[in-house]
C-alpha cells in the first residue's frame, strides 16, 4: 500500500474526528445551556406560583381581619400603610411576605379596596400583585322588597328585582326577575285554589298548580323564581333606637312637636327647613274609611316656621314624632327617621311625602333614605304627578297611600307616582286600589348606587364582605 494514501486516510479521519467532536461540544453545550434555562425556567414559574398563593393568602388575612373589626382600614395599627406580614409554613419557616395597601370606602360607602403584593424568600426581585375591591351589601338589594303577600296591579312597571316572602300576583310589566319564598300560596285578592308563588291574571290567567309554569315574557320580561329563600326582615329592622342615640350625639335630633308632627324640607345648599305642623286637613264625614288603621288625609293644613339647619356630617335627622318631608338635595347623604320610645304599636311614627322628593345627580352622590317606625305615606292632597327620590323603610307598617274614595273630593285619583330608589315594607304596599282610585300609573325605578353606596346608617344584609372584583395587577 502507498504509504501516502495511508497518511490521506488518517488525515481524513483526524478531521472527521475533529468536526464531529466540534458538533459534539456544541450540542452538549447546547443542551447544558437549555437545561439550565429551563431549570431557570421552572424555578422561575415556582417562584411566580408562589408569589401569586401569598398574595392570596394576604387577601384571604384581611378578609378574616375585616370579619371581625369590619372598620377597621389599618390593619390594626392605628395608622396608614402599606403593611408587611411574614408568610409562614407550618412549621413556622418563613416562605416569603406580602404587603397590603388598604383603600378605605369613601363616605357613605362600604366599598374597599385590597391591594396584596406577595414575594418569596428564594427570590425576592420576582413578585406579583393581587386587587380585590369588596363591600358589604345594604338591603337596598331589591327595587321592592316585602314581608307579607304583594300585588302589582295594571299600571305597574317595575325597573328593578323585587322580592316578597309572601306570593305575588304581578299584572304590570316587570323589567327584571320578580321572586318569592312561596311554592304557591292562597292569594286574598282572588278566591279558588292556590296559586303559584308568582303569578299573574293578565289575559291569558296563569294556570293553577301543580301546572307548568308558563312563559310570559309579556309581564316577566326576564321571568320569575319561586321558591326562594325568605329575606330576613330582623335584618332590616333597623335599630331606631340607636339612630336617635347617634342623632343626639352627631346629628340632628327633634323630640317631640307637641302638635301634629314635623315639616322638613331639604334644600340643595346642605340644609333644611323645619316647621311645626299645627293641623292637619279634615275630612268629610262620608270620606272617611275606618278599616285602614291609621287613616287620615295626612296632608298638612296649617304649620310655623322653626328655623333653617345644617345636614349634620353623620346625615342622620330623627324626629320623635310624625315627618313630613320635601325639597331637594345636590350633593348630601342623609337619613331622615321617625319614632317614638318605648316602641308601642298605638304611638309609631309615620313619614309622609305629599310633595317631590328629589336627587339633583342620579349618580349615588345624592342620597336620601326614609325610614319611619310605622308607615311611610302618600296623602290625600298629594301632588297629582309625584316623584320620590331615595330609599324607604316602614319598619312594622307599609310604604303607600291610604284609601280615599270619591266622596274625599277629586283628589282621590291621582295620575303618575315615581319612585327613584327601592321600597322596604313589612306589610303590603299600594298606592292605587282595585277600583281605579289613588295613582293611575306607578313607575318603580331601581337605584343601584344604593346596593354598595347607602345612605348613613341603612340596614345592611351582613356584616360579611363579599367580593366584587378580582384581578392581578402589575
Not at 302589582?152 to 316572602?165: C, K, R
Not at 313630613?324 to 311614627?349: H, K, L, N
Not at 282621590?412 to 293611575?440: E, K, P, W
Not at 318603580?444 to 363579599?466: G, M, V
Request: aromatic letters at 10%; a negative charge.
Amino acid at each position: 500500500m502507498n504509504i501516502f494514501s495511508q497518511t490521506k486516510q488518517k488525515g481524513t479521519i483526524l478531521i472527521q474526528t475533529i468536526v464531529y467532536g466540534s458538533i459534539a461540544v456544541v450540542l452538549v453545550t447546547a443542551l447544558v445551556n437549555a437545561s439550565a434555562v429551563a431549570i431557570k425556567s421552572a424555578k422561575r414559574s415556582v417562584y411566580l406560583e408562589r408569589s401569586i398563593q401569598i398574595a392570596e393568602a394576604g387577601i384571604d388575612y384581611y378578609r378574616w381581619h375585616l370579619a371581625h373589626a369590619p372598620t377597621d382600614f389599618q390593619d390594626g395599627t392605628g395608622v396608614d400603610g402599606p403593611y408587611v406580614h411574614d408568610f409562614n409554613d407550618e412549621n413556622g419557616v418563613k416562605l416569603g411576605e406580602f404587603i397590603l395597601e388598604i383603600t378605605p370606602p369613601p363616605s357613605g360607602s362600604t366599598v374597599v379596596v385590597i391591594k396584596s403584593t406577595g414575594t418569596s424568600v428564594s427570590d425576592d426581585s420576582i413578585s406579583r400583585t393581587i386587587q380585590v375591591t369588596m363591600a358589604i351589601p345594604s338591603f337596598a338589594k331589591y327595587a321592592v322588597v316585602a314581608n307579607d303577600a304583594m300585588r302589582f296591579g295594571e299600571g305597574t312597571e317595575v325597573y328593578g328585582p323585587i322580592h316578597v316572602n309572601g306570593g305575588v300576583r304581578f299584572d304590570g310589566l316587570a323589567h327584571n326577575v320578580i321572586s318569592s319564598a312561596l311554592e304557591k300560596y292562597d292569594d286574598p285578592d282572588h278566591a279558588g285554589g292556590n296559586e303559584f308563588g308568582v303569578h299573574t291574571h293578565v289575559y291569558p290567567t296563569d294556570p293553577l298548580p301543580p301546572a307548568d309554569v308558563p312563559d310570559r315574557t309579556d309581564v316577566f320580561e326576564v321571568g320569575r323564581q319561586f321558591p326562594l329563600p325568605a329575606v330576613d326582615f330582623v335584618g332590616l329592622t333597623t335599630d331606631l333606637a340607636q339612630m336617635k342615640a347617634d342623632a343626639i350625639s352627631d346629628g340632628k335630633y327633634f323630640s317631640s312637636s307637641g302638635r301634629s308632627g314635623y315639616h322638613i324640607t331639604l334644600k340643595t345648599n346642605n340644609t333644611f327647613d323645619v316647621r311645626t305642623v299645627r293641623s292637619t286637613e279634615w275630612a268629610s264625614y262620608y270620606c272617611t274609611y275606618s278599616a285602614q288603621d291609621g287613616w287620615g288625609t295626612w296632608s298638612i293644613r296649617s304649620e310655623r316656621y322653626i328655623g333653617n339647619y345644617p345636614i349634620p356630617d353623620n346625615g342622620i335627622i330623627f324626629f320623635e314624632d310624625h315627618v313630613w318631608v320635601d325639597g331637594q338635595i345636590d350633593g348630601s347623604r342623609v337619613t331622615i327617621a321617625a319614632g317614638r320610645f318605648p316602641d308601642s304599636q298605638s304611638t309609631r311614627r309615620n313619614i309622609t311625602v305629599n310633595n317631590d322628593l328629589l336627587y339633583t345627580d342620579y349618580d349615588g352622590n345624592d342620597v336620601i333614605a326614609l325610614i319611619a317606625q310605622n308607615n311611610i305615606n302618600v296623602g290625600l292632597y298629594s301632588e297629582n304627578d309625584l316623584q320620590i327620590d331615595g330609599a324607604l323603610i316602614a319598619q312594622n307598617g307599609r310604604v303607600g297611600r291610604h284609601y280615599y274614595s270619591s266622596s274625599c273630593g277629586s283628589n282621590y285619583v291621582r295620575s303618575t307616582l315615581t319612585l327613584n330608589g327601592m321600597i322596604a315594607t313589612n306589610i303590603r304596599y299600594g298606592f292605587s286600589y282595585t277600583d281605579n282610585t289613588g295613582y293611575q300609573v306607578r313607575n318603580l325605578n331601581y337605584d343601584a348606587n344604593l346596593l354598595y353606596s347607602p345612605p348613613p346608617s341603612f340596614p345592611l344584609t351582613s356584616d360579611q364582605y363579599e367580593i366584587l372584583k378580582w384581578q392581578e395587577v402589575k
